[in-house]
């Protein structure tokens, strides 16, 4: 019986748990599962809404970081991570994606002598200037099972030097909840509350500091959302920190005043899947909702100049557009002027079938030996 403490911080991490977790129980002769969330993510649409609607059940132990500078977030999550591990003594502590807990967790775990995985291992932007491509980075190094979501990420750690021995390709847990939740999601009635059922629209998400802490570069995605919404509408779920931003920088009255562009509250999982399901173009910074659009078939445009999962790329449903207005203009206009081609794209993306966490837990029991 292997006893793993499953870590949950941001967002992100939700998605990729719950299907573990799932495996788990499921699995109760082979595994203990405990779920540490350490808080970094504390508002109720950003945390609260996503246990409900992805069946996690609660947390074993809440450490209640909340947010902070990175070093302030990093250091409370090993503070208060570090008695934990203590007292459970885990056989694995798993740590999934790319934010500030996934790091701080990897490093308590590797001065204990506690074996840590990592769920989604791999994946590089090459861009140092994003803090999660530091934490992706030095998490690979710590970790002693290195779990990756397609065969670039097997390629980038063993250029790094890191044994191949280390590295399985399980697939893309993320797609794992995205199948399991789709019959639920469309009992959502999010379109018909924003009115856009059998409407062509547009989803946005921005919350990348690089985007939103920037006055010019948001300045010009704002330009460009004021020409797009007069083609279509388009919702925009806006992350707390985007608000925030909006209203420090003046642009609240320039969105009430572009019509077709809806801000509205962070969604929940369900809500949030029906919504983008059924758009016709997604603009995004998000990581995951890159992998989400492609292994829907839904066109998406990254308003980012660089990307970790190159296969959104390769599969041709993703595009990087950055900030310039014009290139995210044309690119959107494009995108709208070809047929329409969605639906699941299960044949051409090796192991985004929704049987990961299975292989992930396969190779727990594997490396215990
Ligand atoms: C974090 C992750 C990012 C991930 C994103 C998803 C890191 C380095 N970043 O960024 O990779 O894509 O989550 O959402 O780990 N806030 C709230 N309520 C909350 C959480 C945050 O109001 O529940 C506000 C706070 O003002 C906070 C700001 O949002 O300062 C940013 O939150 P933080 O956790 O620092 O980073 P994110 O931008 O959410």
Redo the contacts with the bound molecule.
């Keep these: 019986m292997l006893k793993v403490i499953n870590v949950v ?4 991490n939700f998605m990729k748990v719950a299907p573990i977790v799932e495996a788990m129980k499921r699995r109760a002769t082979e595994f203990a599962p405990l779920i540490v969330h350490t808080g ?4 109720a649409r ?2 609260d809404a996503f246990f409900l609607d992805l069946g996690l059940p609660e947390p074993d132990v809440y450490l209640g970081v909340g ?2 500078t ?1 070093a302030q ?1 990093t250091a409370g999550v090993m503070q208060g991570f570090e008695p934990v591990v203590f007292r459970e003594k885990p056989d694995w502590v798993l740590v999934v ?6 790091l701080a967790c990897a490093l308590v775990c590797s001065k204990m002598g506690v074996r840590v995985a990592h769920v989604e291992a791999g994946l590089r932007s090459r861009d140092r200037t994003m ?2 491509e530091i ?1 992706r980075l030095l998490t690979d190094q710590l970790a002693d099972l290195l779990l990756t979501p397609s065969t670039d990420a097997d390629e980038n750690l063993r250029a790094e030097g890191i044994p191949s021995s280390r590295i399985r390709f399980v697939g893309n847990v993320m797609i794992d909840s995205l199948f399991a939740q789709l019959e639920r999601a469309a009992n959502s009635k999010v379109r018909e509350e924003l009115g856009v059922s059998g409407t062509d629209y547009a989803v946005l998400t921005l ?3 690089s985007n939103v802490d920037d006055p010019s570069a948001f300045g010009r995605i704002m330009d460009a959302l004021e020409q797009l919404c007069k083609r279509l509408p388009v919702i925009f779920p806006a ?3 985007t608000l ?1 931003r909006l209203a420090e920088f003046g642009f609240a009255q320039r969105v009430a005043h572009a019509r077709g562009l809806r801000l509205i509250e962070p969604l929940g999982y369900l809500d949030f899947l029906r919504l983008y399901s059924g758009a016709r173009l997604v603009l995004t910074d ?2 995951g909702i890159q992998e989400e659009t492609t292994a829907l078939g839904i066109p998406c445009l990254t308003l980012r100049e660089n990307t970790e999962r190159p296969v959104t790329l390769k599969h041709g449903t993703n595009t990087l557009v950055g900030t310039d207005v014009q290139r995210i203009l044309r690119a959107a206009h494009a995108a709208l002027d070809t047929p329409r081609i969605n639906g699941p794209q299960t044949s051409t993306l090796p192991l985004w079938d929704g049987h990961t966490a299975d292989r992930i837990l396969d190779a727990l029991i594997e490396e215990q030996g």
């Excluded at 911080?9 to 992100?12: H, T, V």
């Excluded at 970094?40 to 508002?43: A, L, S």
Aim: charged share 20%; hydrophobic share 10%.
């Design positions: 911080g941001a967002r992100p970094q993510h504390y508002d950003m945390s947010s902070g990175h977030q994606g790319d934010v500030n807990s996934t803090p999660e934490n919350h990348r500091p992350h707390p920190r925030a998000s990581g």
